[in-house]
């Protein structure tokens, strides 16, 4: 059996719960917090609570979403358990090539970028799910640097047959196109322990990158145009894009959980992260801050109907309250101040922030 889990097996089930919870198991079982049947925290006031549809059913609506450090301590959860899928996964991937980057100004390879992109709507209707990520495999002092796009996608329970039926469309069309090199790796696993185990390893130490990221939906990957713009502005750093929702999150409803509800919407995560370095003087520090801010602005502006995933979010994330919970922001700040009204609990960018002020030294004041 298995549960809806984080991909990368770093990742602690309190913030994975407490954010909302985005698996490679949710094209078919939905988020994290959509699977949570009941829960135990410590509350402000010191108490053990279980909190569940019938008991506490609106703490247990704001835990699963509402962010963490806001509504007590997690103790313990229960989520449903499901058969171990089988996975039919494919990775593709394709290159710009030295002519494409200088001469052609990657003109072809951010089209199809985009295009493939456009695709997700039509490859989740056939069940596909999946990884990828844009990045720079070259330097070049006479053009722009060659660029690589690759793709782990996958189908669980279905059959390689059913994986590659639905992918040929795209790889004809990526075939044809001579400005770059495509090549592609099909492969079965019958475990899904396996296919977590083989292609998402945890980092052995952690890295100094400033992460931004915006949630994506239809309106935003169908304007090709705006998609290859935004692209072409994370050249110099690797872009990634979660694939994960389909209609197991899609299809559940957006009032169930304190969840952000674009989620319901989201076809792609695009996030990306700034290295940030150390030992480096405030000019550099500042450089760095101001370039987080203007590619967090340019994947927001792409979809500014949508939001951002909490768990995975610029520290400094415009209108933070309507991007990370949208309108759920009023019912959980009503809640906040009802089990909470003293402010154990609080964090700069958590539901009740605006109550507090952060002063000199560290010390919070009432606002």
Known sequence: MTIVGAADPSV??????????HSPLGSLHGMAVDNVLQLSLVTPNGDIITASPCRNPDIFWAVRGGGGATFGVLVNATLRAYPVPTI???RFEFNSSHD????????AFYAAAASVIADMPALYSEGLAGYFSLMPISTSNDGLPQMNFAFLIYLLNGSLGQLQGALDPIMSRLNATPEFTTSITTQYVPNYLGFQSSFFVADKVGNNRLTVSRLWGEQAVANKSGVEQTLRKFSSQMLQG???SGEGVQKKSSDDSALNPAWRRTVVEMMSGIPYPLGANASKRDNTMTQADMLSTALSEQAPDMGTYSNEAWIHQADFRKAFWGEHYARL???????DPKGVFWCQWCVGAEDWVLGDGGALCKA
């Open 88 to 90: 039919a996964l494919a």
């Open 333 to 339: 700040l009503a809640i906040k101040r009802r089990i």
């Open 12 to 21: 602690g089930l309190g913030g994975f719960l407490t954010g909302g919870g």
């Open 242 to 244: 979660t694939c994960v």
């Open 100 to 107: 494409e980057a200088t001469s052609n100004s990657n003109n």
